[in-house]
């Protein structure tokens, strides 16, 4: 309602200045960028996490393997060097004599990152180690 004066009643204005709007814009601006920050370590943590926890069990199952071969198949070498078990994943099995009755079987999977076929040390993500013994 206009007053005598031409001057709009304080009481009656409704909605926000552009001042005020500008504000809020600001504050939302800065408060998402660490939202964000945040959204992003946790899907790389979610990534990495995933691709160790297949590791594991690639490795588990490499060494289930290996220890159903080594029932009738002790004589032979169970060693391997970046086998590739499901797609990206590279397996390498180092076999350790300690004596003519027992070996260390030692699986390391990982993901290939940089794709060049080979398992570094850098791309590592699990390393089972086992004993097997002769039975027979």
Not at 67 to 88: C, M, P, V
Not at 105 to 125: C, P, Q, R
Request: hydrophobic letters at 40%.
């Amino acid at each position: 309602m206009l007053s005598p004066a031409g001057i709009i009643n304080k009481k009656h204005r409704k909605g926000f200045t552009l001042v005020e709007v500008v504000v809020a814009s600001l504050l939302l601006a800065a408060a998402m960028v660490p939202i964000l920050q945040a959204l992003t370590a946790a899907h790389v943590s979610s990534v990495t996490i995933e691709q160790r926890t297949r590791s594991l069990a690639l490795a588990q199952a490499k060494l289930d393997k290996i220890k159903a071969r080594s029932i009738y198949g002790y004589t032979g070498s169970f060693t391997e060097s970046n086998t590739s078990l499901d797609g990206s994943y590279l397996c390498n099995v180092v076999d350790t004599s300690i004596s003519s009755n027992l070996r260390k079987i030692t699986v390391s999977v990982g993901y290939d990152e940089n794709g060049n076929g080979a398992l570094t040390s850098g791309e590592v993500e699990v390393t089972l180690a086992t004993y097997i013994a002769n039975r027979w």
